[in-house]
């Protein structure tokens, strides 16, 4: 069975695993139209693979030089619900996921792409090229919860530095600090996802997988879905600087 069409992506499947590009020129910024596909496109694998089964997915990017830059601040500027609508579901749907997810870091992950890749399961990021930042100190940025997966993902000193610092990783300096769980030449990443992707595919079987997660990471998972669909309040303070 074929999935999509899609707009801002494309979908391939390898037996039980799925992987989904992101393409939306030039950096996979995300805005309402992207997050609200990828949604779309993770019920739609959700329902090819079916209840109690082995899966998984992975997320790339379409090239070597970025994953994704972060949220549209443009769309933001013209639509005040924009991560409402958008990029706070996508948030709540992995993290509510019935399947292993990768986050497959082909290039810069910056801004808001940061608690996306958080977001996965897993986080596998190129050795040769492209940075890990999550700069909105230096951009005036804010939501509730913002700071809620850096800190129950990683050690203090590492979410500090993401979030009060925005400190540059590169590859080798995030496996190191345990903000990626692997790194990979970019000529091998795909192979190295998709074999972590068959290791851990089977344990979505038995059907707790997205309920085990949620003890680790519910509270973040909470504190994203009070913010989903809030159209009487805004939610994000807006950028008072751009990159």
């Known amino acids: 069975m074929a999935?999509?069409?899609?707009?801002?992506?494309?979908?391939?499947?390898?037996?039980?695993?799925?992987?989904?590009?992101?393409?939306?020129?030039?950096?996979?910024?995300?805005?309402?139209?992207?997050?609200?596909?990828m949604i779309r496109a993770l019920r739609d694998i959700e329902r090819e693979l079916g209840p109690d089964a082995d899966g998984c997915v992975i997320t790339r990017g379409n090239d070597a030089k970025y994953w994704c830059t972060g949220l549209?601040?443009?769309?933001?500027?013209?639509?005040?619900?924009?991560?409402s609508d958008g990029f706070f579901p996508?948030?709540?749907?992995?993290?509510?996921?019935?399947?292993?997810?990768?986050?497959?870091?082909?290039?810069?992950?910056?801004?808001?792409?940061?608690?996306?890749a958080l977001a996965h399961d897993y986080r596998i990021m190129n050795a040769q090229r492209?940075?890990?930042?999550?700069?909105?100190?230096?951009?005036?940025?804010?939501?509730?919860?913002?700071?809620?997966?850096p800190r129950l993902k990683l050690r203090p000193q590492i979410a500090s530095k993401m979030l009060l610092e925005a400190h540059r990783w590169t590859g080798a300096e995030a496996l190191s600090d345990g903000i990626v769980d692997a790194i990979a030449p970019p000529a091998e990443m795909l192979d190295v996802a998709l074999?972590?992707?068959?290791?851990?595919?089977?344990?979505?079987?038995?059907?707790?997988?997205s309920v085990?997660?949620?003890?680790?990471?519910?509270?973040?998972?909470?504190?994203?879905?009070?913010?989903?669909?809030?159209?009487?309040?805004?939610?994000?303070?807006?950028?008072?600087?751009?990159?």
Not at 90 to 115: Q, R
């Open 3 to 37: 999935l999509g069409p899609y707009t801002n992506m494309r979908v391939d499947r390898h037996d039980r695993v799925f992987v989904i590009t992101m393409q939306k020129a030039p950096e996979n910024r995300l805005n309402v139209a992207l997050a609200q596909e």
């Open 72 to 83: 549209d601040l443009d769309e933001s500027e013209t639509n005040p619900h924009a991560n």
């Open 90 to 116: 996508l948030l709540a749907t992995l993290l509510d996921y019935p399947f292993p997810t990768i986050a497959l870091l082909t290039g810069h992950t910056f801004g808001g792409a940061c608690p996306l």
């Open 130 to 149: 492209g940075f890990f930042s999550m700069p909105p100190v230096n951009l005036g940025l804010h939501f509730p919860g913002i700071g809620a997966l």
């Open 195 to 209: 074999a972590k992707a068959r290791d851990i595919q089977g344990r979505a079987r038995m059907g707790v997988y």
């Open 212 to 243: 085990l997660r949620n003890e680790l990471w519910g509270a973040a998972a909470e504190q994203i879905r009070r913010i989903c669909y809030v159209h009487g309040q805004r939610t994000t303070a807006p950028a008072k600087a751009k990159i």
